[in-house]
C-alpha cells in the first residue's frame, strides 16, 4: 500500500453550498479535504448530496458560494487543468450505442488531448474484462459490461482522480467484487478514488476513510478503522438455561434486551468505557437464579454505525 501522502490535499473543498432556483438547498457549506491515494467512500441516503457535490468538484455544476481546488487548480478558474486529472463515473449510463467498444474507449482519450495509446487502451479493456468485446457495439453490451466500459471512459486519459458515483448499482455479486479488485489496483499505483455507494459492504470492504453526508451536511468524515473503533458497540447474546418471563429489578442497570421467547438475553455495552460490565452482569445474574446455557460476542457493523449517525443527526 502506499504511503499517504503527508503534503497538500488533492483535493480541498471549502465551504461549498448549493441552492437552486426554487430555493431547494442540496450542499450547506461542506469542507472537505481529500488526501492523494486514498479511497474515501461518501455514505448518505437518497437527496443527501453526494451527486451535487461530485458534479461541483468535477465542474459540471457550479457552487452557490465555496472553493474547490484540484492538485492546487481552481475547478473554476482553471477547469481544463483540473478537469484533466479527474476521471468520473457518473450513476447514469451515457454511451453512444453504435460505436463499438474500442472506438468509444479511444475517444474519450483524445477528448482530453491525449495522443493515441492502443496498448493502454488494451490493458485496460483488460483489466476490466472488457477485451473480447472490444468489437461489439456498445448496444450489445449486458448493463454489468456498459458499466464497465463507462469505467475504462474514465481511465483512458490516466487520470490521477477517479471518481465513481454509485459504481456497482445494479450489476451482481460476482462483478461488484472484480470492480473492487479493480479500484484496489488503481490505488496502488497512485490513483485517488472516491465512491458514493448505497452497499455499506462496499465502504466496509474497500475504503480508508469513511464520510457521512445527509441533507446536504457533511456530518463526519474519519478513518474507517477509527470510525469502527470510536462509534462501534458490542452485543454479549446469553443463551439461558431456561427461559425467564421478566428480568428481576437488580439487572435494571444494564443495558438488556431479553429475546426468544425468554431463552435469549441481548446485553449492548460500549466498547470505549473503562468496564465493560460482563464481570458484574454475570454475578446478578448467578445471584438472581439466572444460568447461563452459552454466550458470544457480536461487533458493530458499518451499517449500524451509519444508521445510528444519520438518526441522530436528522
Given amino acids: 500500500m502506499l504511503q499517504k501522502s503527508i503534503t497538500a490535499p488533492i483535493i480541498s473543498v471549502s465551504g461549498l453550498s448549493k441552492t437552486y432556483e426554487n430555493g431547494f438547498q442540496a450542499l450547506k457549506s461542506v469542507d472537505l479535504e481529500i488526501r492523494e491515494s486514498e479511497i474515501l467512500a461518501l455514505l448518505g441516503p437518497n437527496g443527501a448530496g453526494k451527486t451535487t457535490m461530485i458534479s461541483i468538484i468535477c465542474g459540471l455544476a457550479n457552487p452557490s458560494t465555496g472553493t474547490v481546488?484540484?492538485?492546487?487548480?481552481?475547478?473554476?478558474?482553471?477547469?481544463?487543468?483540473?478537469?484533466?486529472?479527474?476521471?468520473?463515473?457518473?450513476?447514469?449510463?451515457?454511451t453512444e450505442s453504435f460505436e463499438t467498444v474500442w472506438a468509444t474507449v479511444s475517444f474519450s482519450r483524445?477528448?482530453?488531448?491525449?495522443?493515441?495509446?492502443?496498448?493502454?487502451?488494451?490493458?485496460?479493456?483488460?483489466?476490466?474484462?472488457?477485451?473480447?468485446?472490444?468489437?461489439?457495439?456498445?448496444?450489445?453490451?449486458?448493463?454489468?459490461?456498459?458499466?464497465?466500459?463507462?469505467?475504462?471512459?474514465?481511465?483512458?486519459?490516466?487520470p490521477r482522480i477517479?471518481?465513481?458515483?454509485?459504481?456497482?448499482?445494479?450489476?451482481?455479486?460476482?462483478?461488484?467484487k472484480d470492480m473492487w479488485q479493480l479500484i484496489h489496483k488503481l490505488r496502488e499505483t497512485g490513483v485517488t478514488v472516491i465512491l458514493t455507494t448505497h452497499y455499506i459492504e462496499?465502504?466496509?470492504?474497500?475504503?480508508?476513510?469513511?464520510?457521512?453526508?445527509?441533507?446536504?451536511?457533511?456530518?463526519?468524515?474519519?478513518?474507517k478503522s477509527e470510525l469502527m473503533r470510536k462509534l462501534g458497540r458490542k452485543q454479549l447474546t446469553l443463551e439461558l438455561r431456561e427461559p425467564v418471563e421478566a428480568l428481576p429489578e437488580a439487572l435494571g442497570?444494564?443495558?438488556?434486551?431479553?429475546?426468544?421467547?425468554?431463552?435469549?438475553?441481548?446485553?449492548?455495552?460500549?466498547?470505549?468505557?473503562?468496564?465493560?460490565?460482563?464481570?458484574?452482569?454475570?454475578?446478578?445474574?448467578?445471584?438472581?437464579?439466572?444460568?447461563?446455557?452459552d454466550l458470544e460476542t457480536s461487533s458493530s457493523s458499518l451499517e449500524d454505525i451509519f444508521v445510528s449517525i444519520v438518526r441522530d443527526r436528522s
Fill in 69 to 94: 481546488t484540484v492538485a492546487g487548480h481552481d475547478i473554476r478558474r482553471d477547469f481544463r487543468a483540473a478537469r484533466s486529472l479527474i476521471g468520473l463515473v457518473p450513476q447514469e449510463l451515457h
Fill in 110 to 158: 483524445g477528448l482530453f488531448g491525449k495522443p493515441a495509446n492502443p496498448k493502454l487502451i488494451e490493458q485496460i479493456l483488460r483489466d476490466l474484462t472488457l477485451w473480447d468485446k472490444k468489437d461489439n457495439k456498445v448496444i450489445e453490451l449486458s448493463g454489468g459490461m456498459k458499466r464497465r466500459l463507462m469505467i475504462a471512459k474514465a481511465l483512458s486519459h490516466e
Fill in 162 to 176: 477517479l471518481f465513481l458515483d454509485e459504481p456497482t448499482a445494479g450489476v451482481d455479486v460476482e462483478l461488484r
Fill in 202 to 223: 462496499e465502504a466496509e470492504e474497500m475504503a480508508d476513510r469513511i464520510g457521512v453526508i445527509n441533507k446536504g451536511e457533511m456530518l463526519l468524515i474519519e478513518e
Fill in 253 to 293: 442497570r444494564y443495558d438488556l434486551e431479553l429475546t426468544n421467547e425468554g431463552q435469549r438475553l441481548i446485553y449492548t455495552y460500549d466498547t470505549q468505557a473503562a468496564r465493560t460490565g460482563i464481570t458484574s452482569l454475570l454475578a446478578d445474574l448467578n445471584r438472581s437464579g439466572i444460568a447461563v446455557r
